[in-house]
């Protein structure tokens, strides 16, 4: 009995001192390792064009060039609309800081006059601390910055997504080469599906952040509101964390509306329509196509948000939930690691998780 029961102890220290060091592991390896998620994800994107370059018989080596040359493209012209963005922003917002300080001063001016006398609650209560137009746009910035650094490792991550893409197509003959038919047919054919999964929910998360936020701009252009196409990135980035991505990709439009225009009509309306969208977009469109691949606990979302975060900052925040997701998808299909995929989940009546596993 003890014999269990040290052993059961001496598994528990094992784990904590595998995931003390992994936890060492990715902070002080952020450089390199930071990276190798962003090609990743960047490699599921590309894979489908990849393939049919493929089809068309392009070989490797073009196939490969061409997706290359499609990623240096793309690239350049999302930096040259964020920097541009930036640019504009750090310029323009100043003139605001008087605005949206005059709305804190404002609030708490309405807060004195309904009587509230604690010196406390209204410190509490001051909003000028939190709508400083300085503070608010310095926010803004290192937000719009930290996914503007994601350029800095540019070239690292390149050589990354080349060497996936190779990776992706040779893994599955490598697999048959080294194990029994039947077995490797069964690992090939998981393997196959975990890419699939991946994929679907990659592309299929991308472009509905895309499209959410090319109708958060257009609509932002419209009505004529400053930095459209600021708010339109912010919407596209922070989308990417449930809930949280969402009230910032709203609150901080409506703050600057409240600022630029001179009724409270205008900004209201804005906020009802940014509403109605996030919430058709959060629970109606991604459940349609992502299905359960989205389905993850609550806490286990605060948890993935708070522990990528300080690892990683910004970009760990806006990776945290792709990356718990792949991991959800990847313990789905085996036998072993099942039970930790159905724990991850929210709705386990609705979870569908793959039946098929290795062991």
Excluded: C
């Amino acid at each position: 009995m003890n014999d269990k029961k040290d052993f059961r102890l001496l598994k528990i220290a094992a784990a904590l001192i595998l995931v003390g060091f992994a936890f060492y592991i990715l902070k002080e390896l952020q450089s390199i390792l930071m990276p190798f998620f962003l090609a990743l994800v960047i490699s599921f994107l590309f894979e489908p064009l990849y393939e049919w370059f493929k089809k068309k018989g392009f070989p490797t080596w073009a196939a490969i060039l061409t997706v290359v040359i499609t990623i240096l493209i793309i690239s350049n012209i999302a930096s040259v609309f964020i920097f541009t963005s930036i640019n504009s922003f750090t310029s323009g917002f100043p003139r605001y800081v008087q605005k949206i300080e005059g709305l804190g001063v404002s609030a708490t001016n309405t807060i004195n006059a309904l009587g509230i006398s604690n010196d406390e609650i209204k410190k509490s209560l001051n909003l000028s601390q939190y709508l400083s137009g300085e503070k608010l746009a310095g926010m803004i910035s290192d937000v719009i910055s930290s996914i503007a650094g994601i350029f800095t490792n540019y070239i690292l991550i390149l050589i990354y997504v080349i060497f996936l893409l190779t990776e992706f197509s040779s893994i599955q003959r490598r697999i048959l080469t080294a194990f029994s038919r039947e077995r490797s047919r069964k690992i090939a054919d998981i393997l196959s599906d975990i890419f699939i999964d991946l994929r679907r929910y990659i592309v299929g998360k991308t472009l509905i952040n895309l499209s959410h936020a090319l109708l958060i701009t257009i609509i932002f252009l419209i009505f004529g509101l400053d930095f459209a196409i600021v708010w339109g990135l912010l919407t596209f980035f922070m989308t990417f964390i449930p809930n949280i991505g969402a009230f910032i990709s709203t609150i901080l439009p409506f703050v600057t509306a409240l600022a630029q225009y001179d009724n409270i009509v205008v900004p209201i309306v804005l906020l009802l329509i940014m509403t109605v969208i996030a919430y058709s977009v959060g629970n109606l469109v991604e459940p349609k196509i992502l299905g359960d691949k989205l389905n993850l606990s609550p806490l286990l979302l605060i948890f993935s948000l708070v522990f990528w975060g300080y690892i990683w900052g910004v970009v760990g925040m806006l990776l945290s939930i792709p990356m718990m997701s792949m991991i959800k998808i990847i313990f789905s299909k085996f036998e072993s690691t099942k039970p930790l995929a159905i724990l991850m989940s929210y709705d386990v009546g609705n979870s569908k998780e793959d039946e098929s596993a290795i062991i």
